[in-house]
């Protein structure tokens, strides 16, 4: 009995391809959520597929509609060893996004794993059924190592409707809190930095969206005609966001940028380095905030970004002064922004340069909160110590995510600490046509968190004494 062999195990089943086959039988499972036609299948992949694998482990299963009606269901899944030991609660969702079947090269079915050299193709094998399975793999061999006992108990959460925007996640939670609770939280989601650095993000920035609109009159009036008499929507908007953004992205809206980078946060950043992948896009360094490097723009700060613009009509553009002009603006943002004051901050700015006509509209249903575990936790140091002894590699520890995940479920609703290991890369084509997962990642994190696992089985109980006198001193 060794943490040796728990990571010798779960790297046999990617050895014998165990796992692969796995992999398989969860991806033919068409868990597009994003149709609400699409629900007997969202069920069928935790009724079917995912419960025997748990049972077998030793889990109690049961499987709960969305508050939400025709939205996807939530399994909870619960591994009691002894009401005495620390809990871990874990998670993933079982949904993807829409196939785009015809769009996959070389004839690739998005239905099934298609392996190319260390590729493995297929709709979910890197968002985010590749993952979790990753993950319930290594507790499986974890626990065979320890002779079918792992030292903590677990409760899994799986949600099948995350690329939906996770509707009735909060409320489900909310209402589940006794059989959701736990002492940490440890799940997979989301990209690595890179390919070859093994990551733990601690949370997550916000999203917030919002509409700019400028709607002067019914219809659109010929420009020969009437060009010069009447106000330009597009004009308007065009100019009002300029307002907002300059040239170079810079934000110059008073009250939506935080008012500094924390201590702990940018010696967390220092030797994150971004933009030097093979697939990456390049850098346009002279863009956004200045006095930053790229990982603190990216991970510490918040970005004012224009979606889209529309103004007349793009695809056959006529000889006519449009209407009505519309943007889709979003702000990602940290956790040092209070997004309640983005809406008043933006109305204000636009009023005080003259852009009284141009409309802020914005759904209390387009926030995802943000979150960030102090990286002084220690929780933190654990979780790094514990990849960087599986791996031999420097972990990269990011703050928060740049992107947006639902971790404001985990980290506020439920209060847990959050730690998320990552086993997918960047330029893994999530959301798109032949999304992938790379092998050489699944057999490492097959072995990151069969470590992981392990180490917890000692340490969790320590971790949760540390952590509880940690958060009194705050």
């Not at 499987?63 to 619960?78: E, K, L, Q, S």
């Not at 209402?175 to 890179?194: E, M, N, Q, Y």
Request: proline residues 6%; negative net charge.
């Amino acid at each position: 009995m060794s943490r040796s062999l728990a990571i010798s195990n779960a790297a046999a089943c990617y050895d014998n391809g165990t796992f692969l086959k796995r992999l398989k039988r969860s991806v033919a499972l068409r868990t597009e959520s994003e149709a609400e036609t699409n629900l007997p299948e969202l069920y069928r992949y935790l009724e079917h597929f995912l419960t025997p694998l748990v049972e077998a482990l030793g889990f109690s299963v049961k499987i709960h509609d969305n508050p939400v009606a025709g939205r996807g269901p939530f399994m909870i899944a619960t591994r009691i060893e002894c009401a005495g030991l620390p809990t871990v609660l874990t998670y993933g969702h079982g949904d993807v996004v829409r196939g785009y079947d015809e769009q996959w090269a070389e004839g690739r079915s998005p239905w099934d794993v298609t392996v190319d050299g260390e590729r493995w193709y297929g709709r979910g094998t890197a968002d985010n059924k590749g993952q979790h399975l990753i993950n319930l793999t290594a507790l499986e061999q974890t626990l065979k190592a320890r002779n079918g006992t792992l030292g903590f108990n677990v409760k899994l959460l799986l949600e099948m409707g995350e690329e939906a925007g996770s509707p009735g996640l909060s409320a489900f939670c909310a209402s589940h809190k006794d059989a959701l609770a736990a002492d940490v939280f440890i799940a997979s989601d989301g990209p690595r930095l890179t390919a070859e650095r093994p990551t733990v993000f601690l949370g997550s920035r916000g999203v917030f969206n919002f509409e700019l609109v400028v709607n002067l009159r019914e219809g659109a009036h010929h420009s020969g005609n009437w060009g010069g008499l009447l106000a330009n929507p597009g004009v308007i908007l065009a100019n009002a966001i300029s307002s907002m953004i300059d040239q170079h992205g810079r934000v110059k809206v008073a009250g939506l940028m935080p008012e500094s980078v924390p201590a702990p946060v940018r010696q967390a950043l220092a030797d994150i380095q971004l933009g030097a992948g093979p697939d990456d896009p390049a850098i346009d360094d002279h863009w956004g905030e200045p006095g930053l490097s790229r990982s603190e723009k990216v991970f510490a700060w918040n970005t004012l970004d224009i979606i889209a613009f529309k103004t007349g009509n793009s695809d056959n553009p006529v000889h006519a002064i449009p209407g009505r002009a519309s943007a889709h603006c979003h702000i990602r943002f940290v956790v040092d922004s209070d997004f309640n004051t983005f809406i008043p901050a933006v109305r204000a700015h636009l009023d005080a340069h003259g852009f009284g006509s141009v409309e802020i509209k914005q759904s209390p249903n387009e926030v995802m909160q943000a979150t960030r575990l102090d990286p002084n936790s220690p929780w933190v140091d654990w979780a790094l110590t514990s990849l960087a002894q599986t791996t031999g590699k420097q972990v990269a520890l990011l703050p928060n995510l740049g992107g947006s995940l639902p971790n404001d479920v985990f980290a506020q609703v439920l209060g847990l600490p959050t730690l998320w290991v990552p086993h997918s890369y960047p330029a893994c084509s999530q959301h798109a046509p032949n999304e992938h997962l790379l092998s050489p990642l699944v057999r490492e994190g097959l072995h990151i968190m069969a470590g992981l696992f392990w180490d917890l089985g000692n340490d969790a109980s320590r971790l949760m004494r540390e952590h509880a006198a940690a958060v009194k001193t705050l």
